[in-house]
């Protein structure tokens, strides 16, 4: 009997999830097998109501016997929604507002970067060929390709968010991802000047720049707000 154990999900994104061990990846990675067979799913798909009933059937049936708790059926359930319709293990860091860059830097190091500082996280990836699978499912609708002749992709997805990826033979290490997210909320200089990012006199001063149509450069470090401002 295998066990499948899950504290309370108080830890968060970031931290290391003790549910996420080498049987829990692997009870995964067989019912993405099972579920993309049995459903006739193409790559990407939308699953209906009725689809989602039948993967948390099949994640029933499979744990059936195991100790498993019902926190850990309920991972297994998004976790297989994600692979199946979204962006795989990264989805939830897609889908957390307070993460403002993701950065696959090997299959099982993933980070996130919240109130400028990068944190490991739980997720982890089954392989390199999982990893540029994903980058694919992301880049193609909007018309990009990676592969061994085009191995460096630079893009930028519908909601704004900036990609970057490269694979072998430009990186040694196996493929990377890094996305770098924007506010769903459009700051405006108000909000700057609370922030502390600008003065009210600059502000005044940028502002008639704008009005007044000049050359403007905006230059700084990565991370440092150059497309905020």
Do not use: W
């Not at 770098?180 to 600008?198: H, N, P, T, Y």
């Amino acid at each position: 009997m295998t066990a499948l154990l899950c504290s309370p999900p108080s830890h968060g994104v970031g931290a290391q999830n003790p549910a996420k061990g080498a049987d829990y990846q692997k009870l995964r990675q067989s019912l993405t097998t099972q579920l993309t067979t049995s459903l006739n799913l193409p790559d990407v798909a939308r699953l209906t109501e009725e689809d989602k009933l039948r993967v948390t059937e099949a994640v029933n049936l499979t744990v059936h016997g195991r100790a498993v708790t019902e926190e850990t059926r309920a991972l297994l359930v998004r976790d297989l929604i994600d692979e199946l319709t979204g962006f795989g293990p990264i989805q939830p860091l897609l889908d957390d507002i307070t993460a403002t860059e993701i950065m696959v830097n090997r299959a099982d190091r993933v980070y996130i970067e919240r109130d400028g500082k990068p944190v490991l996280t739980d997720v982890r990836f089954d392989d390199d060929d999982h990893v540029i699978r994903i980058i694919r499912r992301i880049i193609e609708p909007i018309g990009r390709r990676i592969d061994e002749e085009t191995p460096l992709v630079d893009a930028r997805l519908p909601d704004g968010s900036r990609l970057h990826a490269a694979m072998p033979p430009v990186m040694i290490d196996g493929p990377t991802l890094t996305i770098r997210k924007f506010s769903r909320r459009r700051l405006q200089v108000e909000d700057l000047i609370r922030f502390g990012a600008l003065t009210a006199p600059i502000a005044e001063f940028l502002r008639a720049c704008v009005v007044a149509r000049l050359n403007i450069i905006v230059s700084g470090g990565t991370g440092s707000g150059k497309t905020t401002l």
